[in-house]
């Protein structure tokens, strides 16, 4: 049984509202026989951050692929400030303002902060790079954004779990990402680091000009971070609610009701 909100058009017709900046509509996304997304549906306000939830396998890191470019979807279509959109490549979804940033963030290590933070787009005055200008951009970005890194010349490696995400998010905000698309951020870490993640997350809500979807399996943190959530199950979206109008026992609710008629099948089927 699915719990959806009744999906708003514009007035007069069918499309998106004003207030949407990204649109997915009846995606699917099949690998062999393999059903990966069926029919999915998924909006993003303006400004707003949506938790994406679901079990292991349910087709979440392959919805985030497609939003940003890296897979094509076997059906459907993505809108992008109302404009249908075809996303040829991450970089092409990258030029358009969307970005997703990974479990592994994607950094080199055994560069400096800033050189990450340029990487692919240094300044250069040539044939030199320009490390003085990059170190104080990059410097006055991070403090911008309250993310808080001793110096900017130390290399990634030597940062905490929490800090290296708040890199990987931070060079993405940078590189003027209106869509963030974020693969379980919170993942593996303590709650001094996940603290910060949530405040960065929580600034950049203030700040209303960038729209995130964040991949996660703690229920309690999207419900503190994210103003809306999409349960995904077997490839379909089966729940869409804001978050203060559910709970998560509620959440649990629904996946241990899955994970209970699973078993009757297998036991029925033995």
């Known amino acids: 049984m699915t719990t959806q909100e009744q999906v708003?058009?514009?007035?007069?017709?069918?499309?998106?509202?004003?207030?949407?900046?990204?649109?997915?509509?009846?995606?699917?996304?099949?690998?062999?026989?393999?059903?990966?997304?069926?029919?999915?549906?998924?909006?993003?306000?303006?400004?707003e951050v949506?938790?994406?939830?679901?079990?292991?396998?349910?087709?979440?890191s392959t919805l985030l692929k497609i939003l940003c470019g890296f897979q094509q979807p076997d059906g459907g279509r993505i809108l992008l400030n109302g404009e249908e959109v075809t996303l040829k490549s991450v970089m092409h979804a990258r030029s358009l303002g969307i970005d997703v940033v990974y479990q592994d963030l994607a950094l080199v290590n055994e560069l400096s902060v800033y050189h990450n933070m340029f990487l692919n787009r240094e300044e250069v005055r040539w044939p030199l790079l320009s490390n003085r200008l990059m170190r104080r951009i990059a410097r006055d970005h991070l403090d911008e954004m309250g993310v808080n890194i001793p110096s900017v010349n130390v290399p990634v490696a030597s940062l905490s779990g929490g800090q290296r995400q708040a890199i990987a998010v931070a060079r993405a905000v940078f590189g003027n990402a209106k869509v963030l698309l974020l693969d379980e951020?919170?993942?593996?870490?303590?709650?001094?680091?996940?603290?910060?993640?949530i405040d960065l997350i929580e600034d950049l809500k203030r700040r209303g000009d960038v729209s995130i979807i964040i991949i996660a399996h703690n229920y309690g943190q999207v419900l503190e971070i994210c103003d809306?959530?999409?349960?995904?199950?077997?490839?379909?979206?089966?729940?869409?609610?804001?978050?203060q109008d559910t709970s998560v026992q509620e959440l649990n609710d629904i996946v241990i009701a899955e994970y209970r008629r699973a078993l009757d099948e297998r036991q029925r089927s033995a």
Not at 13 to 23: Q, S, T, Y
């Open 228 to 243: 809306r959530v999409n349960l995904l199950q077997h490839g379909e979206i089966t729940l869409d609610k804001l978050s």
């Open 50 to 60: 949506l938790g994406l939830i679901g079990d292991n396998g349910a087709g979440k």
């Open 185 to 197: 951020p919170l993942a593996a870490m303590g709650a001094k680091e996940v603290a910060m993640i």
């Open 8 to 47: 708003p058009l514009a007035p007069g017709g069918p499309g998106p509202l004003p207030d949407e900046v990204l649109r997915a509509e009846h995606i699917s996304k099949h690998f062999g026989a393999v059903t990966a997304l069926r029919d999915v549906t998924l909006r993003l306000n303006r400004g």
